[in-house]
């Protein structure tokens, strides 16, 4: 090996090139009294792509430079496939060489020195986190690494090393929830939003689940439910809720006991899987005291009745004598209601009573839907800037919104009523339009839609919607693939939505998991992560201009 290396010194020593030079030199300075002779171990650099020489067919390498920590080259052992080479360039300083190898190091025989006051993370377990935020698996991992025609981790490693990120996510998830909590309970206390000495306080509370419905298949194996504070916009409770296992589905078809393992199966294989939602909700509000010392007394939520009765049954603050008050989404409500509309623009006749009055009726009827919807916007607005108590007005918006559909198609018999000033509409050409839909059947229809959103007055007249509950979800289908892949498998589904809490809660996910697994956090981690919280703060900042 000496004799080899000689060889290597000497040739390296007569290639000098001019283009080098100024490389060269920085080079120099950088190892300035170092030697090879004089330390057993030198200093790595492995940010060297372009080297000029090559010496093929070479079987081990003494002197290696990378750039992290310190290598006993002596330990180091060479496999070189075959056409693979060694790149070799010669530094101003007289015993000093820098080789890139393009082959594989047997990386159970390097022993890496590192500083006493610094503690890196492992790479493989870094790696495994990155999949995990980034929404891809073992899979895309794999062909990633091959493409770059780098060795990549087997599938055992990959595994145990997610049970390390799955138990470091959920602490940090769970300790980032709790200071959310606390900064919920301050913000009631400062208002004085106390019952019983226990402090109340408005959440948004939605589910999503795995897998795509498309509005027909509710069959989804796994399940998340979400509860969020109004005020402070971060997450205070998630519940996971599965219903597969691999290692006790595969043991269930070859007839044998599953070995011992760790499952996340929770929910029963038989029951709906849209009672997933419903279940995990109404567990954050039983254990609302308990986690976070709160009693959650306002619900803001969709349509969803299951989740709201699951909670009434529960009663879970029987004690305190408080019933849980539940808000409908704005939004929903009223898109339920174009839905509702736009369906009666799309219904057919039997061709025998099919004629133009029906079809121009129907276009009509769907030209319309934005502005029956902008109009109920507007009336609760101005019902809102009045100043009578709040079953008042919402009675009066109730009454408001029954007349929108007449008040649109033509007819204004009862909005002076309802305090509306319809000029010169006995003299206009506008068409009252009520009569010929009504002959058709279509009226009554639209009638029906609209004293179904009338009975939510009083939410339409808080005009609040779940959209933090919605933003936190689209947290979750990032991390899980968009619901194209299923991780719910073995633990995986679990890791990426402690993942989507810690970076939901604090912008910045791979930064805190350094902070608890190590004492440091890279820069390279931590630059990203801020560039990205300053580029949605400032697209936040131009939507609301």
């Known amino acids: 090996t000496i004799s080899r290396y000689n ?49 093929e067919d070479t079987q081990c390498s003494k002197p290696v430079l990378i750039n992290k920590g310190f290598v006993d080259t002596d330990s180091i052992q060479q496999h070189e496939p075959e056409g693979k080479h060694i790149s070799v360039q010669e530094c101003e300083d007289d015993n000093s060489l820098v080789i890139e190898t393009t082959g594989f190091v047997d990386t159970d025989s390097i022993q890496q020195h590192e500083p006493e006051n610094c503690k890196n993370m492992d790479i493989n377990t870094a790696i495994t986190a990155g999949t995990m935020t980034t929404g891809i698996g073992y899979a895309q991992m794999e062909e990633m690494f091959a493409a770059a025609n780098v060795p990549c981790m087997s599938e055992k490693t990959y595994i145990q090393h997610r049970e390390i990120v799955l138990d470091e996510f959920e602490k940090t998830a769970i300790e980032s929830m709790k200071m959310a909590g606390q900064l919920e309970k301050q913000l009631s206390l400062e208002r004085n939003e106390v019952i019983n000495n226990r402090a109340y306080i408005t959440v948004v509370a939605d589910g999503s689940w795995a897998k795509r419905s498309y509005g027909t298949a509710y069959d989804s194996l796994s399940g998340v439910g979400a509860i969020i504070g109004y005020r402070t916009r971060k997450v205070l409770f998630v519940g996971i809720r599965s219903k597969f296992c691999t290692i006790c589905h595969m043991a269930e078809q070859k007839g044998i006991q599953p070995r011992s393992h760790k499952c996340y199966r929770n929910f029963d294989r038989n029951v709906s899987s849209t009672r997933m939602e419903s279940d995990a909700i109404a567990e954050g509000f039983t254990n609302s005291i308990d986690m976070h010392g709160l009693i959650f007394r306002t619900l803001i939520a969709d349509g969803d009745s299951n989740v ?51 079809i121009k009726l129907r276009n009509i009827v769907k030209n319309n839907i934005f502005k029956i919807r902008n109009d109920i916007l507007q ?13 008042c007005l ?56 609209i004293i ?7 939410s339409l007249l808080l005009k609040v919607t779940n959209n933090l509950a919605e933003s936190f979800h689209s947290v979750v289908c990032a991390e899980i693939g968009g619901k194209r892949v299923f991780y719910g498998a073995r633990g995986s589904y679990n890791t990426r939505i402690a993942a989507a809490v810690i970076q939901h809660n604090t912008q910045q996910v791979l930064t805190e998991f350094h902070k608890n697994v190590c004492t440091s956090v890279p820069s390279i981690t931590e630059n990203l992560e801020k560039r990205r919280q300053k580029k949605t703060h400032s697209l936040f900042v131009t939507t609301n201009v």
């Not at 529960?314 to 209601?337: A, G, Q």
């Not at 929108?404 to 000029?423: A, D, L, M, N, Q």
């Open 452 to 458: 179904y959103l009338s009975v939510y007055a009083d």
């Open 7 to 55: 060889v290597l010194l000497f040739f390296c020593r007569r290639m000098k090139l001019k283009a080098l030079a100024e490389e060269k030199k920085k080079v120099s300075e950088s190892t300035k009294h170092e030697s090879i002779e004089c330390q057993e171990s030198v200093k790595l650099l492995a940010d060297w792509m372009d080297l000029k020489i090559s010496i």
């Open 379 to 391: 009336l609760s607005e101005y019902r809102r800037e009045e100043k009578q108590p709040q079953h």
């Open 394 to 449: 919402a009675t009066k918006l109730r009454e408001d919104v029954i007349n929108v559909p007449s008040h649109i198609f033509g007819e204004h018999k009862r909005c002076k009523e309802h305090g509306r000033i319809c000029e010169n509409t006995t003299n206009s050409n506008e068409e009252n339009y009520v009569p010929h839909l009504k002959s058709y059947g279509q009226y009554p229809k639209i009638q029906n839609a």
């Open 308 to 358: 709201y009765q699951s909670i009434i049954n529960n009663n879970p603050y029987h004690e305190y004598k408080i019933t849980v008050r539940k808000v409908e989404c704005t939004n929903h409500l009223l898109r339920n209601l174009c839905k509702k509309l736009k369906t009666v623009s799309e219904t057919t006749e039997p061709k025998f009573r099919r004629n133009r009055n029906f």
